[in-house]
T-cell receptor
Framework: GESVGLHLPTLSVQEGDNSIINCAYSNSASDYFIWYKQESGKGPQFIIDIRSNMDKRQGQRVTVLLNKTVKHLSLQIAATQPGDSAVYFCAENSFMGGGADGLTFGKGTHLIIQP | DSGVTQTPKHLITATGQRVTLRCSPRSGDLSVYWYQQSLDQGLQFLIQYYNGEERAKGNILERFSAQQFPDLHSELNLSSLELGDSALYFC?????????????FGPGTRLTVL
């Protein structure tokens, strides 16, 4: 089946630096992509999303880039803070017909912020 | 806080048993989704309900079933439990069933099967 995966399982960055988390997807028909943040013991928290008719979207300290040509998605976090430490998942919307949708998640990248 | 609530927070049971997990969606949301998160399989979509009716099935075992009630809360029933069913179970909700509706996740139920 189609899958969404991440390039790196762990990313360590210095506090204050920018972080870039990457994601590759395989379903060329995907039209909606989401980044979630999951802290230890909590559920996935929505960060930002992007539709396939866009290539960039910005939020507060976060930017998502979509390259449909190479089926690549990235999340950029500016000026990382200790509170950014978490596992980050990209997810793809899988349209299964009839308006029903289940997200397909990547394996996750653990972002570690070094003081 | 996403506004999605799940109970119980933790559940410990034995193999062969049956359990029920409960989820209340955000106020106004009509769709409920169930996901399983395990170390080896990651986050996997199980099933979706929209306004009381099943809309989509993912990797849900036949031993598992779900339903959504008129007040829109949902229950996930897991029966004949096996050790491998130990996992985190998340519920998410969205406004409707559109392909670009944001899904908001609850805090999860940690199931341990001994």
């Amino acid at each position: 089946g189609e899958s969404v995966g991440l390039h790196l399982p762990t990313l360590s960055v210095q506090e204050g630096d920018n972080s870039i988390i990457n994601c590759a997807y395989s379903n060329s028909a995907s039209d909606y992509f989401i980044w979630y943040k999951q802290e230890s013991g909590k559920g996935p928290q929505f960060i930002i999303d992007i539709r396939s008719n866009m290539d960039k979207r910005q939020g507060q300290r976060v930017t998502v880039l979509l390259n449909k040509t190479v089926k690549h998605l990235s999340l950029q976090i500016a000026a990382t803070q200790p509170g950014d430490s978490a596992v980050y998942f990209c997810a793809e919307n899988s349209f299964m017909g009839g308006g029903a949708d289940g997200l397909t998640f990547g394996k996750g990248t653990h972002l570690i912020i070094q003081p | 806080d996403s506004g999605v609530t799940q109970t119980p927070k933790h559940l410990i049971t034995a193999t062969g048993q049956r359990v029920t997990l409960r989820c209340s969606p955000r106020s106004g949301d009509l769709s409920v989704y169930w996901y399983q998160q395990s170390l080896d399989q990651g986050l996997q979509f199980l099933i979706q309900y929209y306004n009381g009716e099943e809309r989509a099935k993912g990797n849900i075992l036949e031993r598992f079933s779900a339903q959504q009630f008129p007040d829109l809360h949902s229950e996930l029933n897991l029966s004949s439990l096996e050790l491998g069913d130990s996992a985190l179970y998340f519920c998410a909700s969205s406004v409707s069933s559109g392909s670009t509706d944001t899904q908001y996740f609850g805090p999860g139920t940690r199931l341990t099967v001994l």
